[in-house]
C-alpha cells in the first residue's frame, strides 16, 4: 500500500458556504446543495451585487483559543483557525501524539483588508468643519487605535496563531499568491515532510472576497449579475455564464509521512502523488493564454505517472469568468482528453486564498466515498469549453485518483495529484 515515505492525508477541516464540517460540506456537494445567498453581514443596499459565498452561522467562539485572541483575528483568520482545528480534530491529533518540533504549519492568505468599524472612530478624530484634516490623522491613530490592531491583518498571523494553538513548533510558513495561494501552501508542506524537517504539517488557505472595503476595491466588472436566483449565478464551463461570485471561507489537511501515520494508528484518507507549479509572466500582459496550467498538467501527472486514463477527475478551478474559463478549459482538454471534471466553486464561490483548500478538501472526500462531486448550474455547454463536466448527480466508478488545479490572472499555476489510499 505505499512507501513509508509517502505523503498521506490523514485529517481534513472545511468552513464554507456550503457547509462546517467535513460531512455536511460533502452532503451539500453530493446532493447539489448551493450555499450562495443574500449578503446579510452587513448593509450591502448600496452594491451592484449583494450576493455571495457568506456562511451564515459561523461562530468562531467554538472554536478559537485562549478566548481572548478573537481580539487580534479578522474573519479570515477564525475561518482559517477554525478549518485547522477541525483537520487536526479529524486527525486524531491529541497532545503528545506528535513532537512539537516535528509538527509545522503552512497557510495561504490573501491580503486582508481593514475592518471599517475599526477605523471609524480614528476617521471621525480627523475630520474638522465637515472635512477630513490630514494633520490630524497620526494623533488620532494614536488616541484612537488598539495598539495590536495590525495583528488582525497580517497574512502570516492565521498560521502563527494555528501553530501556537496546536502547538507546532516545526517549520512555519505563509504563502501569499491570490488564487494559487493555499494549493501551493499543501505542496511546500508535503515538500517540508519530505525534506526531512517534520513528520506533520497542517495545510489549507483562508480568504473573504465579501469583506466590503474588498468588494469596493475590486469592483463588480468580473462578478455575476444574475440576481433573479443567485444561487444559479456561478456557472462554470456553461455558455451562459456572466462571472464569477464572490465568497469567503477556509480549508485545512493535515499531512503526515505514511511511517508516522501508521505509527500512530491514524486513519488515512488518501495521499499526495505529485505536484508542479509554473507561470506565464507575460499574462497579465497578453491575458491568461492556459500555457502555465498546460504544463503544471503535464509535469504533475508525468512525477505522478499518470496517463490521461488513469486521473480519475479534475478538480478545476472553474471560476465562472469568461475568458478564465476558456482558457483553463483549452488546457486540460489538450492534456487530459476528456476527463471528467467538476467545479466546486459552483456551490460555494470564489474564495480567494481558501479556494484550493476547500477544493481538494472536495475531492479527497470525493475519493473517500468512490464519487466525483457534481457540478452546479452546468446546463448549456460551451463550445469554447470542451471539458466533460461532471452535473447533474455524482459520478461512480472513476479511478481513485484527482488532479486539483489552480490559476490565478497573473499568470500562476498549480496542480496537485492525489489518489486514495
Same mark, same amino acid.
Given at each position: ?100 518540533? =516535528?509538527? !509545522?504549519? #503552512?497557510? *495561504? ?6 475592518? @471599517? &468599524?475599526?477605523? +471609524?472612530?480614528?476617521? %471621525? ?115 451562459? =455564464?456572466? !462571472?464569477? #461570485?464572490? *465568497? ?6 493535515? @499531512? &503526515?509521512?505514511? +511511517?508516522?501515520?501508521? %505509527? ?158
Amino acid at each position: 500500500m505505499g512507501s513509508p515515505r509517502d505523503i498521506v492525508i490523514t485529517g481534513v477541516g472545511v468552513v464554507s458556504p456550503a457547509g462546517i464540517g467535513s460531512e455536511p460540506f460533502w452532503q451539500a456537494l453530493a446532493t447539489g446543495t448551493s450555499g450562495i445567498r443574500p449578503i446579510d453581514c452587513f448593509d450591502a443596499s448600496s452594491l451592484s451585487v449583494r450576493f455571495g459565498g457568506q456562511i451564515p452561522d459561523f461562530d468562531p467562539r467554538q472554536y478559537v483559543r485562549p478566548r481572548k485572541s478573537l481580539k487580534v483575528m479578522s474573519r479570515e483568520i477564525q475561518l482559517g483557525f477554525a478549518a485547522a482545528d477541525l483537520a487536526a480534530a479529524d486527525a486524531g491529533l491529541a497532545v503528545g501524539t506528535v513532537e512539537p518540533e =516535528r509538527f !509545522g504549519v #503552512v497557510f *495561504g492568505a490573501d491580503m486582508i483588508y481593514v475592518d @471599517l &468599524e475599526d477605523l +471609524e472612530g480614528t476617521y %471621525r478624530k480627523a475630520v474638522r468643519d465637515g472635512q477630513f484634516d490630514f494633520s490630524r490623522w497620526a494623533r488620532a491613530i494614536q488616541e484612537e487605535l488598539h495598539p495590536l490592531w495590525l495583528l488582525k491583518h497580517l497574512p502570516n498571523m492565521t498560521a502563527s496563531h494555528i501553530a501556537i494553538a496546536q502547538d507546532a513548533r516545526g517549520p512555519n510558513n505563509t504563502i501569499v499568491l491570490g488564487d494559487v495561494s493555499s494549493l501551493l501552501a499543501v505542496v511546500e508542506a508535503a515538500s517540508v515532510i519530505r525534506r526531512g524537517w517534520a513528520d506533520v504539517m497542517l495545510a489549507g488557505g483562508t480568504g473573504c472576497r465579501l469583506h466590503p472595503t474588498a468588494l469596493v476595491a475590486r469592483g463588480d466588472a468580473q462578478l455575476s449579475h444574475r440576481a433573479d436566483d443567485c444561487r444559479r449565478a456561478c456557472r462554470p464551463f456553461d455558455r451562459d =455564464r456572466d !462571472g464569477l #461570485v464572490n *465568497g469567503e471561507g477556509a480549508g485545512a489537511i493535515v @499531512l &503526515e509521512s505514511r +511511517e508516522h501515520a501508521q %505509527r500512530r494508528g491514524a486513519r488515512i484518507h488518501g495521499r499526495i502523488l505529485a505536484s508542479a507549479a509554473r507561470c506565464q509572466p507575460s499574462a497579465r500582459r497578453d491575458g491568461f493564454s492556459g500555457s502555465a496550467l498546460r504544463a503544471a498538467i503535464r509535469a504533475a501527472c508525468g512525477t505522478a505517472g499518470l496517463a490521461a486514463a488513469d486521473v480519475g477527475h479534475v478538480n478545476a478551478h472553474g471560476v465562472s469568468t469568461i475568458d478564465m474559463d476558456r482558457a483553463e478549459a483549452a488546457a486540460i482538454v489538450a492534456e487530459l482528453g476528456a476527463v471528467p471534471v467538476t467545479a466546486p466553486k459552483s456551490a460555494f464561490g470564489h474564495l480567494g486564498a481558501g479556494g484550493g483548500a476547500v477544493e481538494l478538501v472536495a475531492s479527497v472526500l470525493g475519493l473517500g466515498h468512490g464519487l466525483v462531486p457534481p457540478t452546479l448550474n452546468y446546463e448549456t455547454p460551451d463550445p469554447a469549453c470542451p471539458v466533460n463536466v461532471v452535473h447533474g448527480e455524482p459520478l461512480a466508478g472513476r479511478p481513485g485518483t484527482a488532479l486539483a488545479v489552480n490559476l490565478s490572472s497573473t499568470g500562476q499555476a498549480v496542480a496537485v495529484a492525489l489518489a486514495a489510499d
